[in-house]
């Protein structure tokens, strides 16, 4: 985010575009806030809004997939420090008392920098009132679980051997604890040896159990013997609480959690080394998630996609890896652990033709796309000089490493979405300049358009074959008594080439650096690491 001198327009406001909406079209737009006509109270509120978007980056970092943009709440705080109002008036978005006591409480906490008040007073005092009434009901039960607890100790003292050790064991371990020994084992579970770190299912799965920790109280145990009990955190999550955001949770987030919660609980069961378990009803307790109105808008919107001009606008602004990028998405409905775990080896050639043969490690599944010209020609040359290297990366950056690698802290590295960003930037400022806008989608976002330009040519059966889907239609067993219709697939494949041949043949030399040389800049060591074996890949590729 660009941070520029403050100048007032010729009305004397001063005013300045900030984050990014989304409107009903999926096209993305710079809110304007207009700061007022004195210098250093409009770069006060700047400053303040600039703050609240800057939280807004960081909550959209968790999740790779989703861009940043202003809800409504933060919006309407934004505008209303920007016209120097005193304080936010949140309206109610439900008729529940205790939860629109809680989204005012959440959102006070979330932005400091302005107050927020609630708009139905009325309505505040008597969440606030129910508030009281279930936290004196907690406070009870927490003082109940340590009498009980104390009481088995006590108990303990009476009894021989293996009883004492039974319950001190019993009153000693907590929920917290045994979040702690889950989180341990599923990384030595999920532990992948071939990069010596937690695979991503594991680093996901202990993300939300950091996740549990933060939405359940801890408690021992022992507390967590009947059904009430078990089922008091499984219907926290059910009802979707207030995040940190001042937002109910999402339907998608609840459902995660409580399918985590669901599997620790299993877990916890089956541990030798904890002495719990399951109550006799547990399997009756409810796992989904309750719905609430902004589910249907949410979930009734359509997935954005590019147009063919877009593609075109993209294709021309592109440097050689960013176009490699976007025709690995729309050649192959690749998305970024694709293109980054795609190896030499799996570019195979067959009476002339080009495809790409691998298999999805998410779901086992092989799948082959038929390359485009392109394509083909770009995959030349992001490997000019390790063709005798199967299972070396296609792409790598200078220094030899895959561009899906993981980083120090264990998550993976951000390569391929910061490529794909540094394209987008300079696309929308090129079409800002002709008063134009230009949608800020993120790169799987080829993937959603290559599935559906292929969907509309051969069928929905074919866009999940092409998608590398379990199941390419809705009898999940076709797939073991049947082969998936190559031909078919591969037609559908040329005839999206052939729609897409306006907007792929704009460049001359998509694949020139500009230096002199066509070939991808890469250290010595890495081209110096050949396999004389694999001579049949390397001819694969001669021209």
């Known amino acids: 985010m660009r941070r520029t001198e403050l100048k007032a327009s010729q009305d004397g406001y001063y005013r300045r575009n900030l984050g990014f909406t989304q409107n009903g079209a999926g096209v993305f737009l710079q809110p304007k806030f207009s700061l007022g006509s004195a210098k250093r109270t409009a770069q ?6 600039t703050a609240i978007w800057r939280r807004v980056e960081l909550s959209a970092l968790e999740d790779e997939a989703r861009r940043p943009l ?11 420090i920007a016209n120097g109002e005193p304080a936010h008036r949140m309206e109610r978005t439900c008729d529940d008392p205790f939860y ?24 505040y005092r008597e969440g ?25 100790r006590d108990l303990a003292l009476e009894t021989p051997g293996n009883a004492v050790k039974y319950v001190d064991l019993l009153g000693d371990c907590t929920l917290h604890q045994a979040f702690d020994a889950y989180s341990k084992w599923i990384g030595s579970e999920k532990f992948d040896k071939s990069e010596n770190a937690v695979n991503d299912t594991g680093i996901t799965r202990q993300c939300l159990v950091r996740h549990l920790k933060s ?28 995040t940190r955001h001042g937002k109910s949770m999402a339907r998608k987030t609840a459902s995660n959690l409580i399918g985590e919660l669901s599997r620790f609980f299993d877990w916890l069961h089956k541990s030798p080394d904890w002495d719990w378990r399951k109550p006799p009803d547990y399997d009756d307790i409810s796992h989904r998630p309750i719905e609430l109105e902004s589910d249907l808008e949410v979930e009734s919107r359509e997935i954005p996609t590019y147009t063919v001009d877009q593609l075109q606008t993209l294709y021309h602004h592109a440097t050689p890896l960013e176009r490699l990028l976007l025709l690995l998405g729309i050649n192959c409905a690749f998305g970024a652990d694709q293109v980054g775990r795609l190896k030499v080896g799996e570019i195979q050639e067959k009476n002339g033709v080009h495809y790409i043969k691998r298999i999805r490690r998410k779901q086992k599944v092989r799948g082959v796309h038929r390359l485009f010209k392109v394509t083909l020609e770009g995959l030349r040359w992001a490997i000019r000089g390790r063709e005798d290297q199967p299972h070396a990366h296609v792409l790598v950056n200078r220094k030899g490493h895959s561009l899906w690698r993981k980083t120090k802290t264990g998550r993976r590295c951000r390569d391929i979405a910061n490529a794909w960003y540094r394209l987008l930037d300079r696309v929308c400022e090129a079409e800002e300049k002709e008063k134009r806008e230009f949608p800020r989608y993120g790169f799987n976002t080829l993937r959603d358009t290559s599935a559906d330009m292929i969907r509309r040519i051969g069928g929905g059966e074919v866009a999940s074959a092409h998608l590398t889907h379990k199941h390419q239609s809705g009898d999940k067993n076709l797939r073991r008594y049947t082969n998936v219709p190559w031909k078919t697939v ?20 998509p694949f020139f650096d500009g230096k002199g040389n066509k070939g991808r800049k890469i250290g010595k060591k890495v081209r110096d690491q050949g396999n004389s074996a694999a001579d049949k890949v390397s001819r694969l590729f001669r021209e």
Do not use: H, M
């Open 44 to 49: 006060e509120r700047l400053d303040k809004i």
């Open 70 to 80: 202003w809800d409504d709440l933060s919006l309407g705080i934004a505008k209303a």
């Open 100 to 123: 629109y006591a809680q989204q005012v409480d959440a959102a006070a906490k979330v932005y400091p920098e302005i107050r927020v008040i609630p708009a139905d007073e009325e309505l």
């Open 128 to 152: 606030k009132a129910q508030e009281q009434v279930k936290r004196a009901d907690i406070v009870d039960k927490e003082k109940e679980c340590l009498r009980q607890t104390q009481f088995l």
């Open 215 to 242: 939405y359940l109280t801890d408690r021992p145990l022992a507390v967590l013997a009947d059904f009430a009990s078990v089922d008091q955190p499984f219907g926290l999550l059910r009802n979707r609480p207030i």
């Open 490 to 509: 591969f037609k559908a494949q040329r005839r999206l080439e052939k729609k897409l041949e306006s907007a792929l043949d704009g460049v001359a030399n």
